[in-house]
């Protein structure tokens, strides 16, 4: 199994900056495409930015120039940059990725993991 840790979630004001992390763990072989996705109140959980392993990027429309999202594939952790927060930013937000672990002396599975979830509030 592997399992997603976030962290660096808080309350901020309009206009101030956050950084989100997430660690991966487990008997990880290899990780595809980690990201981030928020859930707001009352809303659906949106795509916020993702990376791929050779580190292509790709942001929702809403984010852009505003969040930056950045990996280390060594210590197998995606991290979000947030800049000049909003108020409609507020959400719970999520960390995923896909890839492969080790599941046994021979075998490899395919997982794709989901963080608890990090609250971020800005206030305006």
């Known amino acids: 199994q592997v399992q997603l840790v976030e962290s660096g979630g808080g309350l901020v004001q309009a206009g101030g900056s956050l950084r989100l992390s997430c660690a991966a763990s487990?008997?990880?072989?290899?990780?595809?495409?980690m990201g981030w996705y928020r859930r707001a109140p009352g809303k659906q959980r949106e795509l916020v930015a993702t990376?791929?392993?050779?580190?292509?990027?790709d942001y929702a429309d809403s984010v852009k120039g505003r969040f930056t999202i950045s990996r280390d594939n060594v210590k197998n952790t995606v991290h979000l940059q947030m800049n000049s927060l909003k108020p409609e930013d507020t959400a719970v937000y999520y960390c995923?990725?896909?890839?492969?672990?080790?599941?046994?002396?021979?075998?490899?599975?395919?997982?794709?993991?989901w963080g608890q979830g990090t609250q971020v509030t800005v206030s305006s």
């Open positions: 990376i791929t392993s050779s580190s292509s990027t």
């Open positions: 995923n990725a896909d890839g492969a672990y080790r599941s046994g002396y021979y075998e490899r599975t395919l997982f794709a993991s």
């Open positions: 487990g008997s990880i072989i290899s990780i595809n495409t």
